[in-house]
Each structure stands twice: as C-alpha cells, then as structure tokens.
C-alpha cells in the first residue's frame, strides 16, 4: 500500500489516481490521527460485490435458523 500525507496527495492527486489505476495498490492518505484510503473503480467494485454476497450468506443463515427458532453466532469479522 501507498502511503501519503494529504498536502502530499494534494499537490500530487493526478500522479496517485494515476498509479492507483495502473497498479490497483490503493494509497493511504494521511491526515492526523485520521485518513483516508484510494482504491480503483474496479477493486472498489470487488469490495463491493464480496461485502453483498457475505451480507446475503449471513442473511441467509439468519432466516434459516429463523425459521428453526435456533440462533446463530455471528463473528462481527466475518462480515
């Protein structure tokens, strides 16, 4: 991962969107104690899609054990 401060990526946005493209490694802009990440249209996408189908799996599983009054544990990292 790219690593920047956001007076860095500011002066330099279209280089980063640039490589961020061409590469699909995401840039981490710093900015205090918080920031921010940059990801590719398409790695934005597989994130995503894969955050959707986790999100229906565990629906999934709830409504089945719904519907057999049993409980499911859910790991919040799982998600």
Known sequence: MITTTIS?????I???V???ISSN??????RGRN???LVSLDEYN???KTASV???EVGRDVVQAAQKNEFV???IDSL
Request: glycine share 4%.
């Open 54 to 56: 986790l999100q229906a």
């Open 35 to 37: 920031g921010a990440v």
């Open 18 to 20: 640039d490589e961020v």
């Open 73 to 75: 544990e859910v790991d």
């Open 25 to 30: 490694e995401p840039v981490l802009i710093n």
């Open 14 to 16: 279209k280089l980063y």
């Open 46 to 48: 597989v994130l995503a």
């Open 8 to 12: 860095d990526f500011r002066k330099s």
